[in-house]
């Protein structure tokens, strides 16, 4: 026979559930041009600003992950090598290093003697993202590269990808411990009454 009273707290606990179970992680993505410096014949090494991530994020979420990737060269000129001057690329203020190609002679760098624009790719870590914390809420993120040997610093297909996950706001936290706390309260009733039957 179904009974309404011992049904209640497994409807009440299927809601907290799936009413407060994380949502699923999604990704912010910003991209940035292709980027040509002027060619240059030192001092090094030279600071260059190779532009600014921008995004919003999803309301509610946290990041939780991330990645930047990129090219030493691109496509820009065609007939060309596609080829970049040794440099290193940074984020955070310089504080966070995410590629390098720091040769210090030109035609002797892995990014510099290619035919093709030269992969690199940089995942965070923990200590990265706490460090991020502040670009990631106001939603830019600067790239910069310090120029290692002659010629120009060129670079393509710059990408970052940010995860981020559902947090529950206060309200909503509140919430699910009242659930929580109305369970405790149905099960206790429930073993007094079985005792008093015994």
Do not use: H
């Amino acid at each position: 026979m179904f009974n309404r009273k011992s049904a209640l707290p497994l409807v009440f606990t299927a809601a907290l559930v799936f009413g407060f179970a994380p949502l699923a992680s999604a990704d912010t993505i910003s991209n940035l041009p292709n980027y040509d410096g002027a060619a240059s014949f030192g001092p090094f090494p030279a600071s260059n600003s190779i532009g600014t991530f921008t995004f919003t994020l999803p309301a509610n979420q946290i990041v939780i992950g991330g990645t930047i990737s990129g090219t030493f060269g691109n496509n820009d000129v065609p007939g060309t090598t596609d080829t970049s001057a040794p440099a290193d690329l940074f984020i955070d203020n310089g504080n966070i290093e995410v590629a390098a190609c720091d040769d210090s002679l030109s035609y002797s760098a892995a990014c510099d003697s290619g035919s093709a624009p030269t992969s690199w790719s940089y995942t965070f870590t923990n200590a990265d993202l706490s460090s991020l914390s502040s670009e990631f809420a106001s939603g830019s993120v600067d790239l910069t590269g310090v120029q290692n040997g002659l010629f120009a610093v060129n670079a393509g297909s710059l990408t970052l990808d940010v995860e981020t996950e559902y947090t529950p706001e206060p309200n909503a936290l509140w919430l699910l411990g009242t659930g929580i706390v109305f369970l405790v309260l149905v099960n206790r009733s429930r073993f007094q009454e079985r005792a008093r039957i015994f």
